[in-house]
């Protein structure tokens, strides 16, 4: 049986680049910490580093069994087989993702604070929806106010996977598992984190999502 890669912690790769080096360290001991699924966000930098960290990563999560998602940069998907995409609300019109990029690609969509017809998102390619920001976020300047009310439409209605974002760390992360989301994406509470507590800080991470049942 296909293992289920929409589900778990769901890292998202850092906002900075100290160094190349230090990047990737970072990002490949999350990727080997036992995840199902991992997001190349590039922050503000050269085609042509964004195309070297891309391919590092690429290999990494193939070893590793990981499904890696490039975030808007749907025109590199043709150089990666397999990634999957996510996109925002003004990144790509919704009605040309299929023709874009197929039916296969796992493909996910930032709703922000705002309630979608699931059933319209899955007819057109949506793999997963994403709500948030849930708290206040140092990896997007501007974010929506994630009420209790719209993360109960998309708990309840299960037509497509759907995760959570923005701010999650130790001292929230409890309360958003309460709401049972099939993954929850964390970017600066775990890259903030020394590369040695990386691995530990997912793994706590995790322990609570699997305590979630």
């Known amino acids: 049986m296909k293992k289920n890669k929409l589900t778990g912690i769901y890292p998202i790769s850092p906002n900075y680049i ?28 050269s085609t042509r580093k964004k195309r070297y960290l891309l391919t ?20 590199l998907l043709r150089y990666y087989d397999g990634v999957g995409l996510h996109i925002g609300r003004a990144d790509l019109s919704l009605t040309k993702i ?3 990029i197929g039916d ?4 996910g969509f930032s709703c922000g604070s705002e309630i979608h017809d699931t ?18 976020s140092k990896t997007k300047c501007t974010t929506d106010s994630l009420e209790t009310n719209i993360i109960k439409y998309y708990s309840d209605d299960r037509v497509i996977p759907f995760c959570i974002i923005g701010g999650i760390d130790s001292r929230n992360i409890e309360s958003i ?12 509470g775990i890259f903030r984190e020394d590369v040695d507590n990386i691995k530990k800080t997912i793994t706590t991470y995790q322990g609570y999502f699997n305590a979630k049942e």
Do not use: W
């Open 18 to 45: 100290y160094s190349d080096d230090d990047y990737l360290e970072k990002c490949f001991v999350a990727i080997s910490s036992g995840i199902n699924i991992f997001q190349f966000r590039t922050p503000h930098i």
């Open 56 to 75: 590092e990563l690429y290999n990494y999560c193939n070893n590793s069994e990981v499904q890696l998602i490039i975030n808007n940069d749907y025109h």
């Open 98 to 100: 299929k023709n874009l």
């Open 104 to 107: 296969e690609t796992i493909v």
């Open 119 to 136: 059933n319209k998102l899955k007819d057109y390619g949506i793999s997963y929806a994403s709500l948030g920001a849930a708290y206040s």
């Open 177 to 188: 598992i309460s709401y049972k989301p099939d993954m929850i994406a964390i970017s600066d």
